[in-house]
């Protein structure tokens, strides 16, 4: 498709601000007016319009996309977020370790351990590790703090919560992403260390490292969605 407009703005509209494209707001791919919380989110928005050449690459709009689902399918509960989050804490890469004679085991718990300690104070709960495959159940009042914090947050937080937790495969570093002070870097090397520890010992090929590639892009664009979206 070709470009077809000339101007992008951010207007403030009743409900926060929307990305409009020659004075025409923007709407989501469900047909709903992209109206987002935050200048600076809206911001974001308007920068992928911006970055667009003579043709339009689809595929460069990931907070478009980001944005449009936390309208169209959070903020409806056409997608049950919370309770998907909630599910990762049940099998949270950073509580299942190695066995603690297996060398793996020592990196796990120096890169693992202060971020799942800090995690509990936090939050004020009590989390279970375990080391092997055996599935070992978190406390049912840790399991119900959380899900009343994950319930308190907006869509737009909510749908960078979910990408974060998804890439990671962990609720405790997908919740770590959304403190002011949190290490994007730091968190992201550690949702790896199991990855990375193999690399070091059987090496890597172009593929898996494209893949890690992309998805350390798409981790911290949706760290950057976050900040956004708190940010007035």
Not at 156 to 161: H, K, M, V
């Amino acid at each position: 498709m070709k470009k077809f407009w000339k101007e992008v703005s951010v207007e403030q509209v009743d409900g926060g601000y929307q990305v409009a494209l020659d004075g025409r707001g923007i709407r989501t791919q469900g047909k709903r007016p992209q109206i987002v919380q935050t200048a600076a989110l809206a911001e974001l928005l308007a920068d992928e319009w911006r970055a667009q050449g003579k043709d339009i690459d689809p595929a460069s709009f990931p907070h478009r996309d980001m944005a449009d689902y936390a309208i169209d399918r959070i903020a409806t509960a056409a997608d049950d977020i919370p309770a998907k989050l909630i599910g990762f804490m049940e099998t949270d890469t950073l509580c299942y370790r190695a066995d603690p004679d297996e060398p793996l085991y020592k990196r796990q718990l120096d890169m693992w351990e202060p971020l799942v300690t800090a995690f509990e104070m936090r939050e004020d709960i009590r989390v279970e590790r375990a080391s092997g495959i055996i599935h070992k159940p978190q406390p049912p009042e840790s399991l119900a703090k959380l899900r009343a914090r994950i319930d308190a947050l907006d869509p737009f937080t909510l749908a960078a919560l979910f990408a974060t937790t998804s890439l990671s495969a962990s609720l405790i570093i997908g919740l770590g992403t959304l403190e002011a002070d949190a290490d994007s870097e730091t968190l992201w090397d550690a949702a790896n260390c199991e990855e990375d520890w193999q690399v070091e010992l059987w090496g890597d090929d172009f593929e898996a490292a494209d893949r890690r590639a992309r998805r350390k892009r798409d981790f911290l664009r949706a760290v950057e969605f976050a900040r956004a979206s708190a940010t007035p």
